[in-house]
């Protein structure tokens, strides 16, 4: 298709293409995470690339409070990382810029895991196209060298992730 071999499609299809693979190619497991300049729950500036460091893992999660699948994950996402007693910090990111809401969530809920709350109140990120935020909950996880080495993870699936990192750096 994209060598222009495919002559059943025209440049318009071609181009369309070649966009949605450029953006995929952003967020593969291997490919460096990209990083965002947003704002924390106290709207101080944070950099995603000045995260990845501190831990041995990030946990990167995009949701909304007004996702009913985000509001059951969220929630067990927190208990499966305390339970775990692993290096991972979760950063939790308004995905469709509900402000008010989401700042209302993260308030009224005690979060027991390590998180970090980011959302963008200017809309100046490219995390939506970066990440493939299209529906939420969606979730990465990042190491400390700022590396994508799962995604697309739940509660159910996370501790095996881990272990299995964990087996191969022995």
């Known amino acids: 298709y994209l060598n222009g071999k495919a002559d059943w499609i025209n440049d318009?299809?071609?181009?369309?293409?070649?966009?949605k693979i450029s953006m995929l190619s952003k967020n593969v497991i291997g490919a460096k995470a990209s990083d965002f300049l947003v704002k924390n729950d106290k709207e101080q500036p944070v950099a995603l690339k000045n995260i990845f460091p501190t831990h041995a893992y990030t946990l990167l999660i995009f949701w909304?409070?007004?996702?009913?699948?985000?509001?059951?994950?969220i929630p067990r996402l927190d208990?499966?990382?305390?339970?775990?007693?692993?290096?991972?910090?979760?950063?939790?990111?308004?995905?469709?810029g509900e402000g008010p809401e989401w700042k209302k969530y993260i308030t009224e809920h005690a979060f027991k895991a390590?998180?970090?709350?980011?959302?963008?109140p200017e809309k100046k990120a490219s995390y939506k196209s970066d990440y493939s935020v299209y529906t939420t909950p969606v979730i990465y996880l990042i190491d400390r060298k700022g590396v994508i080495v799962g995604k697309r993870l739940t509660h159910e699936?996370?501790?095996?992730?881990?272990?299995?990192?964990?087996?191969k750096h022995k």
């Open 12 to 19: 318009s299809t071609r181009k369309s293409y070649m966009k």
């Open 157 to 167: 699936n996370l501790k095996e992730t881990l272990d299995d990192l964990a087996s």
């Open 114 to 120: 390590n998180w970090i709350h980011l959302h963008d």
């Open 64 to 73: 909304s409070p007004s996702c009913n699948h985000c509001m059951d994950e």
């Open 79 to 96: 208990s499966a990382i305390v339970s775990m007693n692993k290096d991972v910090v979760i950063v939790g990111v308004d995905a469709y």
